[in-house]
């Protein structure tokens, strides 16, 4: 497997692989990793579909990608996924997709033409003091001490941020920063997370950083991703002849090891599940692959409902125990309690608000400064409660989320990262809350007024809470072989693919990575002749940086030390020269002709 970039390899086919003519897969798991590197299978791989099976302990196919009404509850979505142009193995796959929405277009194109008719964007990105706008004015309010701490981590290496907590290698000033505010809940980092994590973030996203305050740097879909992503993939592998097998739970999955260390042969043998209440499995020749996604960010999620808070289950997960059954086999195979170890920080806990009427909208609108029934964007991604205990975001995405929603219903997300702090108006921790009382407290930081409140919650409002113990797991620190690779080394029929598989070109906890390793994994273990795309390479981009750089300090030009007529001397070698006109683009340094605020400064005192 080797990586690729341009439209040379983007848009050719390549040839039957060898592998192709004898193989048969079989996958562990039915969310975006498996579903999509089944897909790869089958085009690139030229694998009959027939030889597919896709096994899932749920009855239905997506994994963390959800979105489904509950009769007795209402409508669930346990969190929702930000996308960027720069997704090539996502976009890779989905122009595949036919749509279900547009007769004759790919998911890809509707996603496309829905994105540059209603471009997203936030007009309220933070609140504070009940619904008021903390008026950031887009601004980072980064000093000079956490800007340096962000080009330190940025220049360090890998080796470097290995085991570490974003507290140890970030300061206080950077901390205390709109940028930290903006960044945290837009990914949900906490302080005790991952610093590699947050260096890799950086690295991926640098030609974002423009776009971060106010969310212009995001996509969505036009519903929710179950409806939007996972069903029109399933319906295409259905289509291929993809065998489901739901309610299947793999338990444990026999290798054969021949050698010692890293480089040992291995060899998947046996696939066990419990089917049905009764024990099975399958025995695995040489061309018969295993790919097992391991881990899982939604395991032992429960649903609360309007009188009933959300439980935090600690009992047994399945995806992880199958993870932990395997890396008992091999050290190559990872180690999971790295990220399942710790729930205390780990677990958040979101929640589907369905408004039943006009009066809470209104309330939305006056946020947002849109009509949240106009079908277009609405928040443009979420909405912050910078002074909120539980530190509360919610969103409002087009509405209706749901294709079956009613036409006067408004479907909002809300999420808290602190779960066990109590609330400003409840008095109730995030964790023990029903989900009248996450309303509440909702409403109480969108402005309604206090005497209208908790009628409001109960009357015009149903609400569904849901506690994910293991949410952030993949942002613990960890360090080099806490995570297998994709395809380990001396691996011979399998592979682990999700977002507990390492591979070192993107970062987790997005859609593109799940997609990456199910697509590295179909490639190596079939030998596809055709290049993984790479990485946007923008934190490799002077032109990227740059701007990032402009962002970062809000604008405000590089201060050049010494006096004015040396600056001057500096300012007339760069003018006319292409690094000249790169400073002077990004505005890091004044045009020629203008003066900097330094330099009006050192006129005063001449």
Request: glycine residues 8%; proline residues 5%; charged residues 25%.
């Amino acid at each position: 497997m080797y990586y690729s970039t341009g439209n040379y390899e983007a848009f050719a086919r390549p040839r039957k692989p060898e592998r192709s003519e004898r193989a048969s897969a079989w996958f562990v798991g039915a969310g975006l990793a498996s579903m999509s590197s089944a897909l790869f299978m089958i085009r690139d791989g030229q694998l009959p579909g027939e030889r597919i099976t896709i096994l899932e302990r749920l009855p239905l196919p997506g994994g963390a990608l959800d979105g489904i009404k509950k009769p007795a509850k209402g409508f669930v979505i346990r969190g929702g996924r930000e996308m960027e142009d720069h997704m090539e193995c996502l976009w890779d796959a989905f122009r595949t997709v036919p749509s279900l929405e547009i007769e004759g277009a790919s998911v890809l194109d509707e996603f496309f033409w829905l994105n540059k008719d209603d471009p997203n964007f936030s007009l309220c990105r933070v609140t504070e003091q009940q619904g008021q706008d903390a008026h950031t004015n887009n601004l980072f309010g980064l000093n000079d001490t956490a800007q340096k701490d962000i080009v330190r981590i940025f220049l360090a290496t890998r080796e470097e941020m290995e085991r570490k907590r974003i507290d140890e290698v970030f300061s206080k000033d950077f901390l205390e920063s709109n940028f930290w505010l903006y960044w945290r809940t837009m990914f949900a980092f906490e302080e005790w997370h991952s610093a590699l994590e947050m260096k890799l973030y950086l690295h991926r996203f640098v030609h974002h950083i423009g776009g971060l305050p106010d969310l212009s740097a995001l996509k969505f879909t036009k519903y929710n991703q179950y409806e939007s992503l996972v069903l029109p993939m399933y319906r295409w592998l259905l289509d291929q002849g993809v065998t489901f097998h739901f309610d299947t739970q793999v338990t444990d999955i026999d290798f054969a090891i021949d050698g010692e260390g890293a480089d040992a042969s291995k060899r998947a043998t046996r696939i066990h599940w419990v089917q049905d209440g009764a024990e099975g499995g399958v025995d695995l020749g040489a061309d018969d692959l295993v790919l097992a996604t391991i881990g899982g960010l939604t395991e032992n999620s429960d649903e609360g409902d309007q009188h009933t808070a959300a439980k935090l289950d600690e009992s047994p997960a399945a995806g992880w125990a199958l993870w932990q059954n395997i890396a008992a086999k091999h050290p190559s195979f990872g180690r999971p309690e790295v990220f399942c170890g710790d729930i205390a920080k780990t677990k958040w806990e979101s929640a589907t608000v369905t408004t039943l009427d006009e009066r809470i909208p209104e309330y939305i609108r006056r946020i947002a400064k849109r009509d949240p029934f106009s079908g277009r964007v609405v928040t443009g991604g979420i909405v912050t409660a910078r002074d909120s205990a539980w530190l509360m975001s919610w969103t409002v995405n087009r509405q209706p989320h749901f294709k079956q929603q009613p036409a006067d219903q408004i479907v909002v997300w809300v999420y808290g990262l602190f779960v066990d702090v109590p609330g400003d108006y409840t008095g109730k921790t995030l964790q023990e809350s029903t989900g009248e009382e996450i309303t509440r407290e909702w409403l109480y930081h969108l402005g309604v007024p206090v005497d209208e409140i908790d009628g409001l919650a109960a009357e015009a409002a149903s609400c569904v809470p849901v506690m994910m113990p293991y949410v952030t797991s993949f942002f613990m620190p960890r360090e080099a072989g806490d995570r297998p690779a994709v395809v380990p080394a001396g691996a011979q029929n399998f592979a682990f693919i999700g977002q507990f598989a390492e591979t070192t070109r993107d970062c987790i906890f997005t859609t593109e990575y799940s997609v990456r390793t199910g697509m590295e994994a179909a490639y190596q273990l079939l030998g596809v002749d055709r290049g993984v795309p790479e990485v946007f390479g923008s934190t490799y981009d002077v032109r990227w940086l740059l701007n990032a750089t402009s962002r970062l300090r809000d604008g405000a030009e590089v201060g050049l030390p010494g006096p004015k007529f040396l600056r001057e001397r500096l300012f007339a070698k760069l003018d006319g020269t292409q690094i000249g006109e790169l400073l002077t683009d990004y505005a890091l340094i004044p045009e020629r002709g203008t003066t900097t605020k330094r330099e009006r400064t050192d006129d005063a005192v001449e």
